[in-house]
């Protein structure tokens, strides 16, 4: 069974920075970031396949968030930067173990296998 647990989330002013980790129990490949609303349907906003070094965003994230991995702790990172109150949301993290995920689907949520519990990130103005 693969574990996945993510850590990280908070309360921030916005302009505010959070980093959120993503810890799993095997090594994968495909890692992604995906976050839900109250009352809007869950979002793909960063991943990234390892085989070959892509990276994805979502519009709304790009060029203030930052998804990075530790092959060797078999964790992967979303560094948050000039937060909204429009990121407020429940971030789950989610891996895909095999060596061919569905890397040309990167932000969606059907290439992942295994999610975490998830993690509240609250951005007041």
């Known amino acids: 069974q693969v574990h996945v647990v993510e850590s990280g989330g908070g309360s921030v002013l916005a302009g505010g920075s959070l980093m959120l980790s993503c810890a799993a129990s095997?090594?994968?490949?495909?890692m992604g970031w995906f976050r839900q609303a109250p009352g809007k349907e869950r979002e793909g906003i960063a991943a990234?396949?390892?085989?070959?070094?892509?990276?994805a965003y979502s519009d709304s994230v790009k060029g203030r968030f930052t998804i990075s991995h530790d092959n060797t702790k078999k964790t992967h990172y979303l560094q948050m930067n000039t937060l909204t109150p429009e990121d407020t949301a429940m971030y789950y993290c989610?891996?895909?173990?095999?060596?061919?995920?569905?890397?040309?689907?990167?932000?969606?949520?059907?290439?992942?296998?295994?999610w975490g519990q998830g993690t509240q990130v609250t951005v007041s103005s």
């Open positions: 989610a891996i895909d173990i095999r060596v061919g995920c569905n890397y040309w689907g990167l932000l969606s949520a059907t290439t992942y296998k295994y």
């Open positions: 990234l396949y390892t085989g070959r070094a892509l990276t």
């Open positions: 095997d090594s994968s490949y495909c």
